[in-house]
T-cell receptor, first 110, second 113 residues
Framework: SQQGEEDPQALSIQEGENATMNCSYK?????LQWYRQNSGRGLVHLIL???NEREKHSGRLRVTLDTSKKSSSLLITASRAADTASYFC??????????WGAGTKLIIKP | EAGVAQSPRYKIIEKRQSVAFWCNPI?????LYWYQQILGQGPKLLIQ????????DSQLPKDRFSAERLKGVDSTLKIQPAKLEDSAVYLC???????????FGPGTRLLVL
């Protein structure tokens, strides 16, 4: 079942700008993960943040997690054309299963 | 290391026909997942294997879908008979035992006419 919701559904920005995507989930989680999907390379894991963490960085990516609001955000700084893709959040629960959102479609305009 | 392999990449069939998809996970990965992804949606878990045992198949339409992982390595997902609503991308993913990150194959795009 899909229980994550992502906002916005689509986002179009100029190259070099920052992109922010938000995700909400419904139940208690062990971790929250973000994945990227483009037509050429399938789903690729970007970053994982555990339920006891509030913020995590990886290169140009910054993820925050607010367990009291059951929400997370992904910030991509200094966007590039290669960042054009769909971004999915997935909440990690028991049995190492992931519950996925519907994704945010990001378009970077040159 | 080699990634998750899937075949075929594309398949077009007519409704009521059968189709099978194959997945070879990353070497040593004990957990294997099959997902269905309909256009514009996130992946939906169909079945999860731990070695050659089923952990969860609660969302697998068992009247028409079947999956096996006989030797705990590669896996096959079958649809018989296919319906129009089965048109989707079928994704295979694997993770190491106790691993939280899933590694995905390129997927099989199925079109049922």
């Amino acid at each position: 079942s899909q229980q994550g919701e992502e906002d916005p559904q689509a986002l179009s920005i100029q190259e070099g700008e920052n992109a922010t995507m938000n995700c909400s989930y419904k139940t208690s989680i062990n971790n929250l993960q973000w994945y990227r999907q483009n037509s050429g390379r399938g789903l690729v894991h970007l970053i994982l943040i555990r339920s006891n963490e509030r913020e995590k960085h990886s290169g140009r990516l910054r993820v925050t997690l607010d367990t009291s609001k059951k929400s997370s955000s992904l910030l991509i700084t200094a966007s590039r054309a290669a960042d054009t893709a769909s971004y999915f959040c997935a909440s990690g629960e028991g049995n190492y299963q992931l519950i996925w959102g519907a994704g945010t479609k990001l378009i970077i305009k040159p | 290391e080699a990634g998750v392999a899937q075949s075929p990449r594309y398949k077009i069939i007519e409704k009521r026909q059968s189709v099978a998809f194959w997945c070879n996970p990353i070497s040593g990965h004990a957990t294997l997942y099959w997902y269905q992804q309909i256009l514009g949606q996130g992946p939906k878990l169909l079945i999860q294997f731990q070695n050659n045992g089923v952990v969860d198949d609660s969302q697998l339409p068992k009247d028409r879908f079947s999956a096996e992982r006989l030797k705990g390595v590669d896996s096959t997902l079958k649809i018989q008979p296919a319906k129009l609503e089965d048109s989707a991308v079928y994704l295979c993913a694997s993770s190491s035992s106790g691993g939280e990150t899933q590694y995905f194959g390129p997927g099989t795009r199925l079109l049922v006419l």
